[in-house]
């Protein structure tokens, strides 16, 4: 993400349905993207702002987690952290 590159909400590509929202990224700083998943709910923040919300039944089991960014994307993650939200034993 670096600019305005997110893709628009509800926009297709080939046969799958992305989501996004046009968003300012400050570039040659370091970004805090947050995603909340619950259930087949998921929540986007940058920053601390809340983007967007979405339902998605793509995703319906607990599992893997997967980083991605364009090609032409100089792109850098530190400080991944990833924690289970089900708070029963």
Known sequence: MFG????????????????????????????????IMKGNRIEILLNDTKLFEVEANTFSEAG????????????????LRIQSLDRTP
Not at 10 to 24: E, H, I, P
Not at 64 to 79: C, I
């Open 64 to 79: 893997k987690v997967g980083m991605w960014t364009k090609a032409d994307a100089v792109t850098l993650f530190d400080d």
């Open 4 to 35: 305005r590159e997110m893709v628009a909400p509800g926009q297709t590509f080939g046969r799958r349905l992305r989501y996004g929202v046009y968003a300012d990224v400050p570039h040659q700083k370091w970004n805090n993207l947050r995603v």
